[in-house]
Each structure stands twice: as C-alpha cells, then as structure tokens.
C-alpha cells in the first residue's frame, strides 16, 4: 500500500511559478514510475509528466513541455512539480500517482494504481 499526500498548489498570476510536492509512503519509492496528472472542469484527466524509478527518466506532456519540470528525491519519498510560465489554461486539479508495476513509464491514467488527493492550482490573467 502506498500514500501520497501533495502539497503547493494555490493561486499565481500568469507568467508565475508553483512547485507541487507529492510525498509518498513505502520503502521501495524510489523504484517506482511517478506520475503528474491534472483535470478542469469538464475536461478529462490529463497526462502532465512523469519520471521513472532507477534512473529517473522524464517524460512530459506536449501542453507542458519546457515550462514544467518532474524531480524526485529518493531520500526524502517526494516527487516535485515545477511550474513556471503558468497559464490560465493550466488551472486544474493536479494529482500525483504511482505505478508499483515496476514496467516502463506510462502516460495514461489506468496504468497508475495509486492517487493523491488532488491539489488545486488556478492561474489569473
């Protein structure tokens, strides 16, 4: 069973920065394969990156990529989102998860057998 409790959501203007952080119980974090996912209203959930055990290889959605950077730091169990050069279109419900199938890196939400809680981050114009 693994726990993820996320963090650093709020309100930032356009142009801004957020860093989210998903901490996550279990002695075997740092093998497993990280996700980032978000979801507005009315829309389905969203791939936004994610980044492997081992060696931590990153992946990164076509509406984030080189504005949005996934980190982890085994030592601490915590997966990080950064987020710069937000836009009001980024506003959703952003969740961590993670895949303990210990296979390659996922981008669709199935594969992902366990969830945080969900943090909000809504972006002003």
């Known amino acids: 069973q693994v726990q993820l409790v996320e963090s650093g959501g709020g309100l930032v203007q356009a142009g801004g920065s957020l860093r989210l952080s998903c901490a996550a119980s279990?002695?075997?974090?740092?093998?497993?394969?990280m996700g980032w996912f978000r979801q507005a209203p009315g829309k389905e959930r969203e791939f936004v990156a994610a980044?492997?055990?081992?060696?931590?290889?990153?992946y990164y959605g076509d509406s984030v990529k080189g504005r949005f950077t996934v980190s982890r730091d085994n030592a601490k169990n915590t997966v990080y989102l950064q987020m710069n050069s937000l836009k009001p279109e980024d506003t959703a419900v952003y969740y961590c998860?993670?895949?303990?199938?210990?296979?390659?890196?996922?981008?669709?939400?199935?594969?992902?057998?366990?969830w945080g809680q969900g943090t909000q981050v809504t972006v002003s114009s």
């Open positions: 279990g002695r075997t974090f740092s093998r497993y394969n």
């Open positions: 998860a993670v895949d303990s199938t210990l296979g390659i890196v996922a981008t669709k939400q199935y594969a992902y057998d366990y």
């Open positions: 980044i492997s055990g081992g060696v931590g290889r990153t």
